[in-house]
């Protein structure tokens, strides 16, 4: 059975609210690493990546629970967090693939703990997975940043409008 997404004429008026809104909401791009259970290495972009505290320093992601990463966040204890830049818009693509894709190439290697580190990223943070909070069909992933490195500078990777970005001008 196939389940498709309603039309903007057929969806509801909060959903069809929601969706234009955030739209129009620029987000910060991110990518998400681990291992799976099988120390295969599982990645996926992501928009909704925050700074929860910082003393501890803790961050946050969500994913649906649905998505095909989230075997491995639920079975692993770590993650790699990747901030982008305007560089690394290509792979921004390359991770928003199909899952058995987004590993194929040299745009990684290994890092602490063994998991994979995307290269030429603005900043990466290696973490230990705190908490794990359903919500719905999704959950809210909760991260202490255990170490890290900033890479070169670059303008940041937005996407906005269901297309990447970089930002204008200062106001």
């Known amino acids: 059975m196939t389940i498709s997404a309603p039309s903007p004429e057929n969806m509801p008026?909060?959903?069809?609210?929601?969706?234009?809104?955030?739209r129009r909401h620029a987000a910060g791009v991110a990518i998400v690493t681990a291992l799976d259970p099988e120390g295969k290495p599982v990645g996926f972009t992501a928009t909704s990546?925050?700074?929860?505290?910082?003393?501890?320093?803790?961050?946050?992601?969500?994913?649906?629970?649905?998505?095909?990463?989230?075997?491995?966040?639920?079975e692993t204890d770590r993650v790699v967090?990747?901030?982008?830049?305007?560089?690394?818009?290509?792979?921004?693509?390359?991770?928003?693939?199909d899952a058995s894709e987004r590993f194929i190439g040299d745009h990684w290697h290994l890092g602490p703990h063994g998991l994979p580190v995307i290269n030429d990223v603005t900043a990466w943070m290696s973490g230990r997975i705190l908490e794990r909070v359903p919500v719905h069909n999704n959950a809210v992933v909760i991260v202490q940043?255990?170490?890290?490195?900033?890479?070169?500078?670059?303008?940041?990777?937005?996407?906005?409008?269901?297309?990447?970005?970089?930002?204008?001008?200062?106001?």
């Open 49 to 74: 990546l925050a700074s929860l505290a910082a003393v501890p320093p803790l961050a946050t992601f969500n994913m649906a629970r649905s998505a095909s990463a989230w075997r491995a966040i639920t």
């Open 13 to 22: 008026d909060d959903l069809h609210a929601f969706k234009q809104a955030f």
């Open 81 to 97: 967090i990747h901030m982008l830049g305007a560089r690394n818009r290509a792979i921004a693509e390359i991770m928003a693939r």
């Open 145 to 171: 940043i255990e170490e890290g490195a900033l890479g070169a500078d670059d303008a940041p990777l937005l996407y906005h409008e269901r297309a990447y970005r970089t930002p204008g001008e200062i106001v």
